[in-house]
């Protein structure tokens, strides 16, 4: 069991549990929003909002994330199905590989180059970051760029 909690407008980035499928269950707060995506083949995002004492499930290996879309912190209780689930953060761990290589499997776009790469990997947040920019203004909160969920 983990619990979680999100600010306002909070972002869970982008992750994979590689030994584990996981129930969210929001406990505290308005809703959540949540998706994952499947493996190679099934790669249409399953979203989901939910309320308050709902949850959703979300397979092993599958690529999730969570959101607090408003204006007060959010709480989630996550049961995972193994005692070590682990965590990878998509982000955070793609960008530590070498640039080239980095570039080679992204096709090589003209944008991406390897100091930009190098850059890019230091402006990447925590697991738990300041979600969508836009949402910001709505909540009558300043963004920074820098604060975390």
């Known amino acids: 069991m ?3 909690y999100l600010n306002p407008c909070g972002l869970d980035s982008f992750h994979i549990h590689n ?3 996981e129930i969210v269950l929001l406990v505290a707060g308005k809703s959540l929003y949540t998706g994952f ?7 249409q995002p399953v979203l989901a909002t ?3 004492y709902q949850g959703t ?3 092993q290996g599958s690529i999730q994330y969570d959101f607090n879309d408003n204006c007060e912190p959010a709480v ?3 049961a995972l199905s193994s005692g070590d689930p682990g965590v990878s953060r998509m982000s955070q761990n793609l960008f530590v590989e070498d640039p080239e290589l980095l570039r080679a499997g992204q096709g090589y776009p003209e944008f991406l180059n390897n100091a930009k790469t190098t850059e890019f990997y230091g402006s990447i947040t925590a ?3 300041q979600g969508m920019k836009a949402r910001y203004e709505r909540c009558g909160m300043k963004w920074n760029g820098t604060t975390h969920a």
Request: net charge neutral; aromatic share 12%; hydrophobic share 60%.
């Open 2 to 4: 983990a619990i979680r």
């Open 19 to 21: 030994r584990a499928t």
């Open 37 to 43: 995506v499947l493996e190679d083949g099934f790669d």
């Open 50 to 52: 939910i309320g308050l």
């Open 57 to 59: 499930v979300r397979p």
């Open 76 to 78: 989630f209780m996550a």
């Open 127 to 129: 697991a738990f970051a």
